[in-house]
């Protein structure tokens, strides 16, 4: 009797390591290196629009982000079912598509750039942000004369100098990447290079009202001006409610009002928030 049980046990264990087991591969190819999956952002996946469309004539196509719409950008650069090709909507999968569309930077690379530079040679999708930085800050020289080119010029001098300190972060690209989204949303909502999707005004105590201007930049921003200054803020995760921060200052809207803290050791107001128009 005792052999029997011996027989079973040794059966269910047998049993057991067949089930948990994993599937066979039906990869028949070698194996291959890990990919970076890190999600592609959507300021370059408006770059990827920006450069090849998948839309008819007429503006009608696959909703971005869809398969379809992955699958009509890698139709058209001849990729479709390619397996070297990287998965749709990584990082990698834009950085390929911005390559294969020959995005270069602004900027020669054969002239011993620095460390963030050569970061933005190497990666088309760097590349593409770096284009679109120079474009929208010839746009924004392109609404100002005398001082106030003077100080803009002096700002992107100014910028580039901390685009080029990335090189003591820890991940060179990453810093690099959220340098070029936060100055290009910055140039694009002070100087009115994209129209706010909404305004409001503030009641605040002491009688004094704000106005505050909302905007769907490459990072969502708002600018709060009737202080002694105009102020930036940018938008960030909030358990409840809408929340704005920038330098020291807080924007945090619940249900129509908003806690306000502006400037250096301030105290939290409380301001009364109507909307003045969407769009």
Same mark, same amino acid.
């Given at each position: 009797m005792r052999f029997i049980y011996l027989v079973i046990a040794l059966a269910t264990l047998l049993l057991s390591g067949c089930q948990q087991s994993p599937p066979a591969s039906t990869d028949t190819g070698t194996a291959t290196v890990p990919v970076n999956l890190d999600a592609c952002p959507?300021?370059?996946i408006s770059r990827v629009r920006h450069y090849i469309s998948a839309q008819d004539g007429q503006g009608h196509g696959p909703d971005v982000g869809s398969r379809e719409w992955y699958g009509s950008i890698e139709h058209q650069l001849g990729r479709q079912g390619k397996t070297s090709f990287p998965q749709a909507g990584t990082l990698e999968w834009c950085?390929?598509?911005l390559a294969a569309l020959n995005v270069k930077p602004t900027f020669s690379c054969d002239d011993n750039p620095g460390q963030a530079e050569q970061a933005i040679c190497q990666s088309a999708?760097?590349?593409? %942000?770096?284009? &679109?930085?120079?474009?929208?800050?010839?746009?924004a020289l392109g609404k100002v004369s005398g001082q106030q080119e003077m100080t803009l010029k002096a700002m992107q001098r100014g910028w580039i100098k901390g685009?080029?300190?990335?090189w003591q972060a820890t991940d060179l690209t990453r810093c690099v990447r959220d340098q070029y989204i936060e100055r290009i949303s910055e140039l694009q909502a002070q100087y009115a290079l994209v129209k706010p999707t909404a305004q409001a005004a503030l009641a605040c105590p002491e009688e004094r009202v704000y106005v505050a201007r909302f905007f769907d930049t490459p990072a969502p921003a708002m600018i709060i001006e009737g202080?002694?200054?105009? %102020?930036?803020l &940018?938008?960030?995760k909030?358990?409840?409610?809408t929340r704005y921060e920038g330098a020291n200052t807080l924007y945090w809207e619940h249900h129509g009002d908003a806690e306000f803290i502006s400037g250096v050791g301030a105290e939290s107001q409380t301001c009364r928030v109507t909307t003045i128009n969407n769009g």
């Open positions: 959507a300021a370059i950085d390929s598509v999708s760097l590349a593409a %942000l770096d284009t &679109w930085l120079q474009d929208t800050y010839m746009n685009r080029d300190a990335c202080g002694p200054s105009t %102020l930036l &940018w938008q960030k909030a358990a409840s409610g």
